[in-house]
């Protein structure tokens, strides 16, 4: 296979989720006429050697275990109504199945009841009404992607290299991102000027899950039959494409009050405002030889004494972590590079063999506002390096080896912690299965 084999498999990546770019979407609506249904899937095994209790004096204990899993498989379709307005759906299942169910009961004075069904998760990723009036300008309605960030934008598994999705856009963060608002969407100029842009209000974070470990991650709403809407959340986004081969853009999301979100309304009151903002900028290019990407992330969220004083006494049966301190300022960054094998040393006939290597910096108590101190155990140093074998245009194999380094910042050297160590094995597929 050639670079043309990749770019179809990215071509279909890009396709499957509904919430296409704003430059694709025209372009996408020409192949079908009414309706198509597609599907992403993928399975992965890991060989680690390291326990699963990282606080602990020393860190993770030097254990052998594995585990296997399917981290998700996803059912997406497009419908038109008519030419101009499109119906796009998605809907994930994380784990293999249901997950847990949880009840806030206001006839037991705000009690939390929790139901543990299956260690899994079934959720609507999507489901929204696009109107598309020109390339410039067009609306969507319902709920959608939020494209913050290189992989909540482009996430399905053939748009990264490793078997499991990027840390540093998946630990302090929702991965993939999804809530319900309005969006409008466009791309303009052209040559060198050609720019995409995505500007949304959605449903706003909710600081009830801010916690030490995964920083605003576990604030996304959706435990309840109704999400809080009364601080939403802004989003914006640019890309610009104006080299071949090459997108870069930037995103913002602002919540003026994830306070104001929370399951009780009386939970911060009197404490004032917790506003979040989070800066992303990524990248990536491509060419017959290449595949490269880079990403940063940087997070604040304001008032964060509030957060770690209520967070730490939220009720044992709510389905919030309450772990704290809870950062005020987090950060993570990462780049990698894959290579054609066959391009690069013109191998006629060679299958499409991507070698790559990724590094990655996550810590999610990059600042933590006193007398609170950070637990260095959540600054993690990451290397992997591993290979992608593209079977199909829309089929990969990979293979990886990764190093966590716990407790540093420093892109060689070792951490004041147990190393974490894995290899891990998965194939991941996408596609188009009906159109007409």
């Known amino acids: 296979m050639t670079v043309k084999h990749i770019m179809i498999a990215t071509a279909f990546a890009a396709l499957l989720s509904p919430l296409h770019s ?68 998605e809907i994930e299942f994380e784990a293999g199945g249901t997950g847990t169910a949880v009840e806030l009961e206001g006839n037991e004075n705000g009690e939390y009841e929790t139901e543990i069904e299956k260690g899994g998760e079934v959720a609507l990723e999507q489901l929204h009404i696009t109107r598309l009036i020109v390339p410039q300008f067009n609306v969507r309605a319902g709920h959608m992607v939020i494209p913050v ?40 100029g052209k040559g060198y000027a050609t720019f995409d842009y995505q500007a949304m209000v959605v449903t706003g974070l909710n600081a009830n899950g801010f916690d030490r470990d995964t920083w605003v991650a576990s604030g996304k709403q959706g435990f309840f039959e109704n999400d809080n809407f009364t601080s939403p959340g802004y989003v914006a986004r640019i890309d610009w494409r104006g080299v071949p081969g090459l997108r870069t853009g930037v995103s913002f999301y602002y919540c003026r009050n994830a306070g104001s979100n929370s399951d009780k309304s009386q939970t911060y ?68 590079i894959g290579f054609n094998f066959g391009n690069v040393f013109s191998i006629a006939g060679c299958p499409t063999l991507m070698p790559f290597c990724r590094y ?6 990059k600042v933590v506002e006193k007398p609170a101190t950070a637990d260095r155990r959540l600054e993690v140093s990451k290397w992997t390096a591993g290979l992608n074998w593209f079977a199909l245009p829309n089929l990969v194999v990979k293979a990886d080896y990764s190093t966590r380094q716990i407790g540093t910042s420093k892109v060689f050297g070792t951490g004041p912690y147990t190393s974490e160590n894995e290899f891990s094995i998965g194939v991941a597929y996408i596609g188009w299965f009906f159109r007409r």
Not at 36 to 53: C, L, M, P, Q, T
Not at 170 to 184: A, D, K, L, Y
Not at 287 to 302: E, F, P, Q, S
Request: hydrophobic fraction near 35%; glycine fraction near 10%; proline fraction near 5%.
């Open 22 to 89: 704003s430059a694709q979407e025209h372009a996408d609506t020409a192949g079908y006429s009414r309706f198509r249904f597609g599907s992403y899937g993928e399975v992965v095994a890991s060989f680690k050697d390291y326990g699963i209790n990282r606080f602990q004096k020393e860190g993770s204990t030097r254990d052998h275990r594995n585990t296997i899993a399917i981290p998700r498989f996803t059912l997406g379709f497009d419908y038109k109504f008519t030419p101009k307005w499109i119906l796009g759906a």
């Open 149 to 188: 960030g290189l992989t909540n934008a482009h996430h399905e598994p053939i748009n990264f290299f490793g078997t499991i999705r990027p840390e540093s856009q998946t630990v302090m963060m929702p991965s993939t991102w999804h809530e319900t608002g309005i969006e409008v969407f466009g791309t303009f």
């Open 269 to 336: 009151a009197g404490l004032g405002r917790i506003p979040v903002e989070i800066f992303t900028w990524d990248a990536q290019y491509r060419n017959k030889y290449l595949a490269a990407r880079a990403d940063v992330t940087y997070g604040h969220i304001g008032n964060t004494r509030a957060v770690n004083d209520r967070n730490g006494r939220l009720p044992n049966a709510s389905p919030y972590s309450r772990l704290t301190p809870v950062a005020k300022n987090a950060l993570s960054y990462g780049t990698e």
């Open 360 to 365: 990655e910096y996550v810590n999610p108590q």
